[in-house]
């Protein structure tokens, strides 16, 4: 017989098989409760539920957990629906896979809900009782996305990052990567939104770049280096953000696409010469110089080759061949920051 671990994590075994009962009583109760008898049909269940716990047999109170939270939310009753949710969980030697199946039921009701109040009480309920059970923590973790992205539209993004923030993602063993990577970027952006840069830095360590060499992960990969390109922007780390420039055009979709590929690989050359001259930045200019990319924009390799040479450069004679292509891109134009870099340039 199987073996079931218990809420208080207590391994227990199946005692009675109670599915056939389950079959009978089930549509019984969802018939009462479609008759308006509501309360009726839930005391039913819930003697149901007693019975198929003490029984140890998991998948009837699986079965029984979700009857209840169905037939509360079909009779469109919210406020009990919460309030049996909180109530099944917290029942003695409560069985962990038969919770499991409860949230994973109620996770469903979320974009059901009748209104915005409706639903951020529920998902309120919800994370309430996942707190700290390893067993639903993917549950409660899209929960809490969720929640924060409420928050976020109505422009308090300041409590939407401290609701993001509270989960440690990259400790979820039963997590896909993929998804873990997503909420990673989904805390790091709404850290950036509160100009919490510092916190941002922190949150990116946790993703391993090499994650990005799988495939399928570009759209990730983008996401991930722009905001990094905002975070060292601001901090005026000029070789970092270069790095992360070629990062983006070491990326297929921006390979594939000749006005993407020649933006990304100016910027490369504009945040390279705006970097301290330093044995790294000496060796990443030689490396860049020899990218096939370069071909295609000259006048930017001949910029970049400019700063190779051991000879002084005149800002006027810079200025009079290079001001007006430089001033049309991004990295020079368009805010007070472009404005200090082509101060930083001089």
């Not at 009480?121 to 973790?141: C, D, F, M, P, S």
């Not at 896909?176 to 939104?193: N, S, Y």
């Not at 990326?251 to 010469?273: C, F, G, H, K, W």
Request: proline letters at 2%; a negative charge; hydrophobic letters at 35%.
């Amino acid at each position: 017989m199987e073996s079931i671990a218990t809420d208080s994590g207590k391994i227990v075994k199946m005692e009675v098989d109670y599915s056939a009962t389950c079959d009978e009583k089930i549509p019984e109760c969802e018939r009462l409760a479609k008759s308006g008898r509501l309360h009726d049909a839930l005391d039913q269940l819930l003697a149901l539920e007693k019975q198929t716990r003490t029984g140890a047999d998991m998948a009837s109170t699986g079965r029984v957990l979700v009857a209840i939270c169905r037939i509360c939310k079909e009779a469109g009753d919210w406020a009990v629906l919460n309030e049996h949710i909180v109530l099944l969980t917290k029942r003695r030697s409560q069985l962990k896979q038969a919770v499991a199946k409860m949230v994973q039921e109620c996770c469903t009701y979320v974009d059901q809900a009748p209104d915005k109040e409706t639903r951020i009480k529920l998902i309120e309920t919800l994370r309430q009782v996942t707190e700290g059970k390893i067993y639903v923590e993917v549950e409660r973790a899209r929960l809490t996305h969720k929640l924060a992205k409420i928050r976020e539209e109505e422009s308090n993004i300041q409590e939407a990052a401290n609701i993001i923030q509270e989960l440690q993602v990259e400790t979820y063993g039963s997590m896909d990567k993929r998804e873990k990577v997503e909420l990673i970027l989904e805390q790091m952006r709404l850290c950036l939104a509160k100009q919490d840069y510092i916190r941002t830095q922190i949150i990116s360590k946790k993703i391993n770049t090499k994650f990005f060499d799988d495939d399928g992960t570009s759209d990730l990969k983008l996401k991930y280096y722009r905001l990094m390109m905002e975070v060292d922007q601001h901090e005026g780390s000029y070789l970092a953000t270069c790095k992360h420039y070629r990062a983006v055009l070491n990326t297929s979709s921006i390979m594939s696409d000749p006005a993407e590929r020649q933006a990304a690989a100016q910027a490369v050359v504009l945040y390279l010469i705006l970097a301290t001259h330093d044995n790294e930045q000496v060796d990443l200019t030689h490396r860049v110089l020899q990218d096939k990319v370069l071909e295609e924009i000259p006048m930017y390799k001949k910029l970049l080759k400019l700063f190779t040479t051991p000879e002084l450069i005149k800002w006027s004679g810079l200025c009079e061949l290079y001001e007006k292509e430089l001033k049309s891109t991004p990295v020079f134009s368009g805010d007070e920051q472009a404005e200090k870099r082509w101060n930083d340039l001089k």
